[in-house]
């Protein structure tokens, strides 16, 4: 974690006043309380100054802004039997998160930190508990009787169920709230300007063994409560992802066979679940337990969470990552061959929304998703940022995708070099892509397939789609483009850099 900064309610408020902001989130703050921290700006303003909030001309930090200018705020209010009630305040805007806390009355705790950190705080400040996986049937109660069954807890009472919940499950609810080792409350708010456009919350409670989770299910004030770990857990991690924007970045998940198929069944796409599940289990005579494991685990991840009934719900995020994978505009074939070995992959594209792509190796699946402004960026990641180096010759010379292919099968710079003098180009031209051929780094296709409709018709146009080939060499970048992929196609070879492999990729989605 970084360095903390610790300040007092004054300099919070006069931060608060440079930034011209008249709240802060989480706190109550008075008119007046402003203006008596204003008749002490001058120490204040150097001490903030000294903090590094506060710079030159009064402009405040990144840091400041993130704290009074949140995109996205996550209240935890814990209340422990043993200390009583405390606060966690988690702010993040852009990719910066803050985790703002009360260490001592009129006191403030401000620390950056991260996802992994701001997970492994919850998890430490509200435990799971000693059991996983329990099976739970929905409880559906009003919230009304909810709170009430709670305030007769907190009085020394038994609270009265509802006669409509089973007493077995009514039971167990009443046994966790009398033995609560903890309850919380977790609210996430997306802000707009300091307004509020969209709210996401859940409270939770322990009693040592299992935790009891409740959110809300309908407008008229009807809460589901679920008595697993499984689903508290999960439930936190979809928050903490949503907190800091997960679904604007690109993202990665790592899938067995089993939970990415039965993810597109959640999706309705059992026909593309049943090829993987055929795949990965070709002879297992126990699939419905791998089945059910598949969703506790996604679930568990909070890649998912229940309905009422039970019927699985995939998270934003996640959802938002198979969508491309269901309904693309444009489909690629990806072909990297490098020391390391070959990779495989297929990339989809919802043309100015999204991607996705699917590499996979055995049973791992590996499902990389972003928005289509990102696109670019990741492709340059994804090929070891092809078209770093500095092109030295700007023209482009014609080849065979047949001679390519041979070439790339020898490692002989002066059979390589011979060969290409014999196809038309000059000396100077044959000599330089001759000493890349003879020795990349690595090499790359790209075959963009528009929208393949029927999967017949796919495979009978399959040689007939452009195609891409990278080659990364230690001195220089090529690209070579080709029609199709029939081995009598002729191309163009040039070098090439960022602007160009990308101006030549976004050619072939037009």
Request: charged content about 25%; aromatic content about 6%.
């Amino acid at each position: 974690m970084a360095e903390e900064i610790l300040l007092t309610r004054e300099e919070l408020l006069r931060l608060a006043s440079l930034a011209g902001v008249k709240s802060v989130i989480g706190l109550e703050i008075t008119p007046e309380e402003f203006e008596q921290s204003s008749l002490i700006k001058k120490e204040i303003d150097q001490r903030l100054s000294t903090l590094g909030l506060l710079g030159k001309k009064k402009t405040i930090s990144t840091m400041a802004q993130t704290l009074m200018y949140p995109e996205r705020a996550l209240i935890v209010v814990r209340d422990r039997v043993d200390i009583g009630r405390q606060i966690l305040i988690f702010l993040c805007r852009q990719k910066q998160c803050l985790l703002h806390s009360f260490p001592k009355e009129g006191q403030h705790r401000v620390i950056e930190t991260n996802p992994a950190e701001i997970e492994k705080i919850l998890q430490e400040w509200l435990p799971a508990g000693k059991k996983t996986g329990t099976e739970s049937r929905a409880i559906l109660i009003q919230d009304a009787h909810l709170k009430e069954m709670i305030a007769a807890v907190l009085k020394g009472d038994k609270p009265t169920l509802p006669l409509d919940i089973d007493p077995i499950s009514g039971s167990q609810l009443t046994h966790s709230l009398q033995e609560r080792k903890w309850s919380a409350s977790l609210l996430l708010l997306q802000l707009k300007n300091l307004e509020v456009v969209n709210a996401d919350s859940f409270t939770a409670w322990s009693d040592g063994k299992d935790v009891w989770t409740s959110e809300l299910f309908s407008p008229s004030g009807v809460m589901r409560i679920f008595s697993d770990s499984v689903n508290y857990q999960g439930l936190l991690k979809q928050l903490i992802r949503a907190l800091v924007q997960f679904d604007q970045i690109v993202r990665a998940y790592h899938l067995s066979g089993a939970e990415l198929a039965f993810a597109l069944t959640t999706l309705n796409r059992g026909d593309l679940a049943g090829r993987l599940i055929h795949q990965v289990y070709p002879k297992s005579t126990d699939k419905n337990n791998n089945w059910k494991a598949a969703g506790d685990n996604l679930r568990l991840r909070g890649l998912s969470s229940a309905s009422p009934v039970g019927f699985p719900i995939l998270s934003n995020d996640f959802e938002q990552a198979l969508i491309p994978v269901i309904l693309h505009t444009h489909i690629g074939r990806i072909r990297t061959v490098s020391p390391q070995g070959v990779s495989e992959g297929t990339l989809y594209i919802q043309k100015d929304r999204s991607f996705s792509t699917h590499f996979s190796s055995g049973d791992k699946h590996v499902l990389e998703s972003g928005n289509w402004d990102h696109l670019p960026t990741y492709l340059l990641k994804l090929f070891r940022d092809f078209g770093s180096q500095k092109i030295t010759r700007s023209k482009s010379a014609a080849l065979s995708l047949k001679t390519l292919t041979g070439l790339l099968e020898t490692s002989d710079q002066k059979i390589i070099e011979q060969i290409l003098r014999q196809t038309g180009m000059t000396s100077k031209f044959s000599t330089e892509m001759s000493m890349d051929l003879a020795n990349p780094l690595y090499r790359a296709s790209i075959i963009i397939i528009e929208t393949p409709h029927k999967i017949k018709d796919q495979q009978q146009d399959n040689n007939g789609y452009p195609m891409l080939l990278l080659l990364k060499g230690k001195q220089r970048d090529w690209m070579f483009s080709f029609s199709s992929q029939h081995a009598d196609s002729i191309g163009q070879a040039a070098q090439s850099d960022h602007k160009q492999f990308l101006t030549a990729l976004m050619t072939h989605l037009t």
